[in-house]
Structures are given as C-alpha cells and as structure tokens.
C-alpha cells in the first residue's frame, strides 16, 4: 500500500498495482501505458514505463540533437522511463524491467530488441 501511495503521487495518478512477487510489481496507466516496479524490502529501486506505439525515428548517436525524421522505422513498445537507484545500479535491475516490458506488454508476444524505440533523452 505504501508503493502504491509513493508511485501514485510521483506520477500524478491513482495507481492500482498487481503485485506478482515481492520483487516486481506491474500496473496499467492511463493511455496504454504500463509502469514495472522493482522492489526491494517495500522500497522502489527500478521503475520502467512502456506503451505501445507503431514506429519511431532513428538517431546514430547519444550526442545528436538531430533525429532523421525520413528514417521512419516500425516498432511494436517504446520505452517512455527507466531508472534504477543509484545505489542499486550495475546490478541487472535495469536489464529485468526491459524484459518484462517485453514479455508483459503485448499479451501473448515477446517483444524482440529490434521492435524497441527509446524517448528521446533529455537533460
């Protein structure tokens, strides 16, 4: 109850979680968007939000500002957030939220790494 009060308000939203183990929790949002929690002792360590989306830009480098528009590309989830504590980095938690994206997002399909968009990174 606690994660859903802190999750809620840090994503403006009420928040109904389904938690399926003590380690990662899932939950529908507004506009088919789903948010994975990774908890560790009722404390949120990873959190990654997903939706689906049918294509998005491609961008050569993490440095450009400039992403090629012509080079429209088909993809199935685009990841919106993904963070994992400071603390707690280096240790895979990232790289599990991002495979239950892709197992959880379409029912039924794994989402292959090719048929992932990222945001666009901001400062």
């Known amino acids: 109850k606690n994660v859903d009060i802190r999750v809620g308000a840090l994503l403006g ?14 939950s529908s949002l507004s506009g088919g968007q789903s948010i994975f929690l990774y908890l560790r002792r009722d404390k949120i360590i ?13 961008s050569h480098s993490l440095d450009s500002t400039e992403i090629e528009k012509s080079c429209r590309t088909p993809c199935l989830m ?19 939220l991002m495979n239950l994206c892709r197992r959880h997002m379409i029912h039924g399909f794994y989402v292959q790494k090719h048929q992932i968009a990222f945001t666009y990174p901001t400062n």
Do not use: P
């Not at 009420?14 to 990662?24: E, G, I, T």
């Not at 959190?47 to 491609?58: L, M």
């Open 13 to 26: 939203c009420s928040l109904q979680m389904n938690v399926n183990s003590s380690l990662v929790g899932s």
């Open 46 to 58: 990873g959190v990654a939000t997903c939706e689906r989306i049918s294509y998005g830009f491609e």
């Open 78 to 96: 685009g990841i919106r957030r993904i963070w994992t504590d400071s603390k707690h980095r280096c240790e895979g938690i990232a790289s599990h």
